[in-house]
């Protein structure tokens, strides 16, 4: 296992407003492998947010150090380095695009890197075609539904060929149809192109379908494992505030009428299976 992005002792203290100031990020240490596809998960106001800009360097620890491929993001030497290899995507599509044609958005990032004409054209289009998008490449970002403009922003990183790529909450404007269409690309990317993903979500049913999830509260990593394991956790993740995908719930209740439901139960399948059993 290559480890692509490592966090030791992290701590991240914003700016203090009054006396003492937020402490979001409380000591974080992980260690996430290339290739490998983490959700991560947690309450408003944990830390998840803060925890993804330190993957790309939009804030730097306050205490302890982040690695991306090896490279310290305190490192001013490295940081468009950082930045190039750990792209991101925000919450809100319409704040993401920023030319008027979708072709000429997903160009925006390579031109600054510096990269070549032809280099372009070819990183256009096969970064759209990518996200399913290469058709309407001659489109307005306003012609487009949610879970497009959200592809095209996905793509307008592709395009910068980075190795990880850190969403934050990218599903959370979208329309379930939206919603669906953005988690599969990511899963493409990642399964195809092997890109690491950290993908921020507040949908359990999409967490579900990560490798790793990751359970944030209070500025600490306070749960983490397979998502079998973590959704096990019932109550654990109801102290914090979750809900757990409506499946596990299910399993649990039947479980709790005596009915005899193994525990890690998280799809559909998998549950009509264990009560014909
Ligand atoms: P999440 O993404 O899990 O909702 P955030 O990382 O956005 O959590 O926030 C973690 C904590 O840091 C919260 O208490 C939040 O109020 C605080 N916080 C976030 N951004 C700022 C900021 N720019 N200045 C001061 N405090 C902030
Ligand atoms: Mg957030």
Known sequence: MTVVIKCEDLHHRYEPADEGGVEALSGIDLEI???EFVAVIG???SGKSTLAKHFNALLLPTEGRVLVAG???RDPDLLWEVRRSAGMVFQNP???LVATVVEEDVAFGPENLGVEPEQIVRRVESSLDAVGMLARREYAPHELSGGQKQRVAIAGILAMEPEILVLDEPTAMLDPLGRREVLETVMDLNRQKGITVVFITHFMDEAVRADRVIVMDKG???LQGPPR?????IDMLHSVGLDVPQIAEVARRLRDMGVDVPPGVLTVDELVAAVCR
């Open 33 to 35: 492998a290339r290739g």
């Open 220 to 222: 600490r990593v306070v």
């Open 43 to 45: 309450p408003n106001g």
């Open 71 to 73: 490279r310290d993001t």
């Open 94 to 96: 319409d704040n993401q």
């Open 229 to 233: 394991e973590v959704f096990g956790q």
